[in-house]
């Protein structure tokens, strides 16, 4: 089979296996008050941020997603698939009513990181984002074809185990999330923001579960079942003033998490800078940059990130030695 066949038959098989995974479930706690719908929400707000990345490419408008490689005929990642915002970064992960009254007071006013009720929301739908994700692929492993075709036994179980696992992990913060938002205790969560004050076409929302930390002691990484791993909530957003946010969370309770926070909210400003890229990079799939940064960038620049994205990638080069260190900032001045 040439490569070009196995692409077709591989994004066939993708595409199936996302098609199984579908679920459509409302995250939020008041389940009893769920409108009938349930919506295609976004992790990052489509008529915000992805409007301020969009730009056009072939006379099409959208944006670049770090999950969607532009492939050669040989297979090497030469750059991104175009994204419309329509479709870049969303779940069916709510219902109508309460995407629309969780999430209003970010919606409709300047997001500002200074309330902790805007921090709480966006960590809250960066996580229900994930979450879902969660769920969604343990669906796919136990409903898709090539999961249950035979000799496949082995590898369906050993990921059913992995995800479930993980899933678990999740459970209880989505719990505490919750009662959070019911209870309306924004402070409940430990937060660190870091402002520039200007805008970098650059976003991210998801939660990280680092396997080092930032001095390269261990964090997040063990074979023992038992040891809970502990997220932080990752969110960096340009928002319409000129500005550019970011916003990482952990439960309080959480003294590991804490910790790696406060390794990074100590660095200064350019290591800090390099290690918020490092983790857009190597900890996080949901990062969307736009076609107008990745032209700013030098053809080195371009070669290094691709790079970059494919070193890290887990099931490709296994377990990492050490925090990853990125040789990009995406906050330097010539990037706005």
């Known amino acids: ?38 919506i295609v929400a976004h992790s990052l707000q489509r008529n915000g941020v ?7 490419v072939n006379s099409n408008m959208g944006v670049y997603s770090f999950l969607h490689p532009k492939l050669d005929d040989d297979g090497h990642s030469i750059g991104f698939e175009l994204q419309g915002n329509k479709n870049a970064s969303t779940f069916t992960g709510f219902c109508g009513h309460h995407d629309t009254i969780t999430f209003e007071p970010i919606e409709n006013n300047e997001v500002d990181v ?22 969604e692929v343990n669906q796919g492993f136990r409903k898709n074809d090539i999961f249950n075709s035979p000799g496949m036994e082995f590898t369906q179980v050993s990921l059913l185990i992995g995800n479930k696992l993980a899933q678990n992990d999740l ?4 719990t505490k999330l919750n009662n959070m938002l019911q209870n309306k205790n924004f402070s409940e969560l430990e937060y660190f923001t870091y402002t520039i004050d200007s805008l970098v076409q650059i976003a ?3 939660p990280i579960s680092p396997a080092y930390y930032y001095d390269n002691k261990i964090f997040n990484l063990s074979q023992d079942p038992k040891v ?4 932080i909530i990752f969110t960096v957003l340009p928002v319409k003033s000129g500005k550019t946010h970011v916003v990482m969370a952990c439960l309080n ?16 400003r350019k290591k800090l800078e390099y290690a918020i890229s490092s983790i ?21 620049k371009q070669k290094q990130l691709l790079l970059e994205l494919h070193k890290t990638k887990s099931y490709i080069n296994g377990v990492p030695k050490g925090f990853f260190h990125s040789k990009i900032n995406f906050f330097d001045h010539q990037y706005f």
């Open 204 to 206: 991210s929302a998801s």
């Open 280 to 300: 857009m990079i190597g900890e996080i799939e949901n990062t969307f940059i736009s076609p107008t940064l990745w032209d700013k960038m030098s053809k080195d």
């Open 1 to 38: 089979m040439t490569y070009s066949n196995r692409r077709i038959a591989f994004k066939k098989a993708f595409n199936a296996f996302i098609n199984d995974s579908k679920i459509k479930t409302c995250f939020h706690f008041d389940r009893a008050s769920c409108s009938s719908n349930i």
């Open 253 to 268: 309770e959480h003294k590991k998490a804490t910790r790696f926070i406060d390794q990074i909210s100590n660095l200064n």
């Open 114 to 135: 200074s309330n902790d009720e805007h921090c709480f929301l966006l960590s809250y739908r960066s996580f229900a984002k994930e979450y879902h994700a969660k769920i």
């Open 50 to 56: 992805l409007n301020l990345l969009a730009s056009e």
């Open 171 to 174: 459970l209880p913060i989505k």
């Open 228 to 231: 809970v791993y502990e997220p």
